[in-house]
């Protein structure tokens, strides 16, 4: 089965405090930009880019063959916006690994209750939640080990 993705990192450093392969998913309403009343999205940029169609079979052999990735981060746009496809990802690479697989959603929790109800029982997935506000001080979010832009945003555990 092939997902849709902007893009794939196979090593990433930034997004958690474990090396990742970082997963770049291509929906998103862009709430962030909505609610502030303009364009704000960290990510506009990628929005622009064309979408690459990725074989999970193969994406789940590249990380099991690596020796850097010890987790997944699923960012981009907005994972929750492409749920079938990400579930898809998580339920194939559950087969192999246990390892962390963190969602990096701009949802609310109580936003996105209803859409990761079937994440959960699923070992070792963590949520990253809130939308980005501009002129906000950025802090250091335990769960994560990074620093996120707004104090809204944090990391949970499901």
């Known amino acids: ?6 893009g794939v990192v196979f090593e990433d450093f930034v997004n958690y405090k474990k090396p990742s392969m970082y997963l770049a998913f ?8 909505r609610e502030c009343g303009r364009a704000v999205c960290q990510n506009s940029q990628l929005a622009n880019s064309e979408n690459i169609s990725v074989n999970i079979q193969r994406l789940v052999e590249k990380y099991l063959k690596g020796d850097i990735a010890k987790a997944v981060v699923c960012g981009g746009l907005e994972p929750l916006d492409s749920f079938e ?4 990802f998580i339920k194939y690479f559950r087969v192999f690994k246990d390892d ?3 969602i990096y959603t701009g949802y609310t929790e109580e936003e996105a209750k209803r859409k990761i109800g079937p994440l959960k029982k699923y070992n070792n997935i963590i949520i990253k939640f809130g939308r980005f506000i501009p002129n906000q001080p950025s802090h ?18 499901i």
């Open 1 to 6: 089965m092939n997902i849709e993705l902007k």
């Open 140 to 157: 250091y979010d335990e769960v994560l080990g990074v620093k996120l832009a707004s104090p809204n945003q944090y990391g949970k555990k």
């Open 85 to 88: 496809q990400l579930y898809a």
């Open 100 to 102: 962390d697989i963190v």
């Open 26 to 33: 291509p929906k998103c309403d862009f709430k962030c930009d």
